[in-house]
């Protein structure tokens, strides 16, 4: 950043703008962050139908939110802190946390587009389906916020961005192997509905095939959501650093 950004009104476009083109110049992040999440969703949709509607488009919405989002997130930000560059943008931008939102938002935002692409598409192959979009929308919006902040706390753990790779790997299972695991009916899954994944599951599941009980039930999955999200800004604030991990 050549130039102070005095004012948040005036360093937040500037930060995403710069973060995108960083972001897609990394040609594995970029694949990573843009079309894989987008191809295994598309591919999901395309093999399931009707009655397994429920496990296709939880998946749809787990893939993105856990390679758009989290892994982004977690790699980028690694990414930054070992070049300096966090450090120089500190120097530059009105607050730390201005930089850190601005650079956290670039991957939400592409996550939310590609959610609205790919659950469109497979909201159409699925026809005649009927959802109740208020419920995919808490999905998205919940499970977004959520492995951000997972992200964010992830690199305190972090040495480089190849080390991403591993550090990534228990939130990861929680997010996709709680969620595939919860989209099965029974009592045996029931403990899996208070992993990240198994809470996205559910919610994706009141829209799908709404039941008795589900605002209740929308309740608790979204306060599972927000207590992941409140342990992991908690792990954030005492391991987040702005300086090179050796």
């Not at 429920?54 to 856990?66: E, F, R, S």
């Not at 999200?229 to 005492?238: E, I, N």
Request: positive net charge; glycine residues 6%.
């Amino acid at each position: 950043m050549s130039t102070p950004l005095r004012t948040p009104h005036t360093a937040v476009p500037a930060l995403l703008r710069a973060e995108l083109n960083l972001l897609l110049r990394n040609r594995t992040v970029a694949v990573t962050a843009t079309l894989l999440p987008v191809v295994l969703g598309l591919l999901l949709t395309r093999t399931s139908g009707p009655s397994t509607a429920v496990p296709a488009l939880a998946m749809q919405v787990l893939t993105i939110l856990g390679f758009t989002v989290y892994l982004t997130v977690t790699t980028t930000l690694t990414s930054r802190r070992q070049e300096h560059y966090l450090k120089r943008l500190c120097c530059a931008a009105p607050s730390p946390t201005t930089v850190l939102n601005s650079l956290v938002l670039v991957p939400a935002l592409l996550a939310v587009a590609q959610l609205a692409v790919v659950l469109a598409v497979g909201l159409r192959l699925l026809a005649p389906l009927r959802v109740e979009a208020l419920f995919l929308l808490l999905a998205v919006l919940a499970g977004t916020v959520c492995c951000a902040v997972v992200g964010v706390a992830t690199t305190g753990f972090t040495s480089s961005a190849e080390h991403a790779q591993i550090t990534t790997l228990p939130f990861l299972l929680l997010l996709l192997g709680g969620g595939a695991g919860s989209a099965v009916a029974g009592q045996a899954a029931q403990p899996l509905r208070f992993t990240p994944g198994g809470a996205v599951t559910d919610l994706v599941r009141h829209a799908v095939a709404p039941g008795e009980g589900v605002f209740t039930a929308t309740l608790t999955d979204l306060v599972v959501l927000a207590a992941w999200t409140l342990l992991a800004l908690l792990v954030a604030r005492r391991t987040f650093r702005w300086e090179p991990r050796s």
